[in-house]
């Protein structure tokens, strides 16, 4: 399992680069396409682009965790929501959401 993951590396970190450069392109396009005739600015260039595309990264986003399992918060509500469903409105879910707990139904059933 490790040598997959070994082999695969490399191409990961092309497809996070190529898509960095894909997304800092199309950030120029648009700037030089916008707002130079809206409000008067200069052209950029494409490491401009990329420049200002971590700066909004850093500004808006932020570097913490991300995702479900970064946000507690999240999961709060989803566990605030689960303790205040009834065993029947529990078991539509169950059914509803099986294919994303593979196993489980039939756990729950034997139990």
Known sequence: MKRYWMRRIPF????????????????????NAILPALLGVSLISFWQAAGLLL??????????????RGNRHMKKHWQDKWAGMSEEDKAKFRDRCSRFFPGKKEEEKSA
């Open 55 to 68: 700066l909004s990264k850093i500004l808006f986003g932020g570097f913490r965790g991300g995702g479900c």
């Open 12 to 31: 990961i970190i092309l497809f996070v680069v190529a898509g960095i450069a894909l997304l800092s392109w199309v950030v120029m396009l648009l700037w």
